[in-house]
């Protein structure tokens, strides 16, 4: 079930795996054979051409962690309390396979708190790789709210950063997160957003959003869909 996307560009609810549909992209440009409705690929170019991003792949994609990657459990230092949200490794093994880079990008207020340290924090993340394989570059914000620093996401600090260290342009990344600060940090930095949204997530941050998808995995789908592969970059298509 690849379904579940949907943008405010639409009033469309989301849809559900009984209602896929075997058509294929309506402009022509997916990936043939796409596991989307057709309504979801329109839906996907809707957005594409409306903020002028998923012209191309994103060449990484930048996770949040809690409550995108793995289950939020607030201000965690126990590797052992580390559990994947729903999909997770199959889509990280997707977009590696695809030769996307992947990052993940971390608020991680709790060091600014008193509750754990960094080290409980890379602790946490290296139970993370482990599970979920290893990523290109990791950031994390140690500072909380009221330290006006540049990293704390909704500050695009941190997706400047790991951009930089890939050797990338922000608009050739991709920012998957589960809140709105995650959203804002991507629009902050020039890179394009996808809001996965948990039980956690604001009403109105998922009504703002500017993509949506239903899971990481309909969310790596939009992300990796948009071309069959690089060379369709040459200027023309088909
Ligand atoms: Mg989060
Ligand atoms: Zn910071």
Known sequence: MRNGLRTRLSAEPRTTGAEKKEEKCPAGVCFSGGEGSASDMATIHDSARHHGALEQRPAAILFDRDGTLIVDVPYNGDPDQVVPMPGAADAL???????????????QSGIARGLLDEEDVQRVNERVAELLGPFDV??????????????????????????????????RVAVVGDIGADVAAAAAA???????PTAATRHEEVESAPVLAADLAAAVDLLLAEQKAPVAFTGVRP
């Open 138 to 171: 990791w950031r994390f914000c140690p500072h909380g709210p009221e330290d006006g620093c540049a990293c704390r996401k909704p500050r695009p600090g941190m997706i400047l950063d790991a951009a930089a260290a890939l050797g990338l342009p922000p608009a």
């Open 93 to 107: 093994h997707r977009v590696r396979v695809a030769g996307v880079r992947t990052g993940v990008v971390s608020n």
């Open 190 to 196: 020039g890179a394009l957003a996808v809001l996965v």
